[in-house]
């Protein structure tokens, strides 16, 4: 399952996920990942969440993002729950950009053969998703 929360800047997206990555702590039954670009969920989240800052790891292209999201699932299996905070800052993309739908949907793939749920952001303006978007909304 991919669930995506997308708005401009001020319309509650990041309350909104801060909200879902505390109620994971109690509701999933495995590990819990957040993914974020800055260090600005630090003191707002859980500490039993895996907080990754994407800067250090120089997360630049979907593909690097697809490569880390295995690699984080193959050294922990028991990830139940990914939270990417700005996908497309952290990729550094247009919302525009086809390659958003194609890793949404790679990204749902990988959900469903793995049984982990994904929760991403996105800061732009509805309007601009596509229909392969949308559909994650």
Sequence with gaps: ????????????????????????????????????????????IHSKIRLVESSQYDMGTYEFLRGFISGLYAGNYDITHVFIDSLTKIVNADVTDHALEEFLDWLNNFSDKNNIKFTVTISADKDLASEGVRKYF
């Excluded at 669930?3 to 702590?25: C, E, F, P, W």
């Design 1 to 44: 399952m991919v669930r995506v929360i997308m708005g401009v800047k001020g319309t509650g997206k990041t309350k909104q996920m801060i909200d879902l990555i505390n109620s994971a702590v109690d509701s999933e039954h495995g590990n819990v990942v957040c993914i974020e670009r800055g260090a600005k969920l630090t003191y707002d």
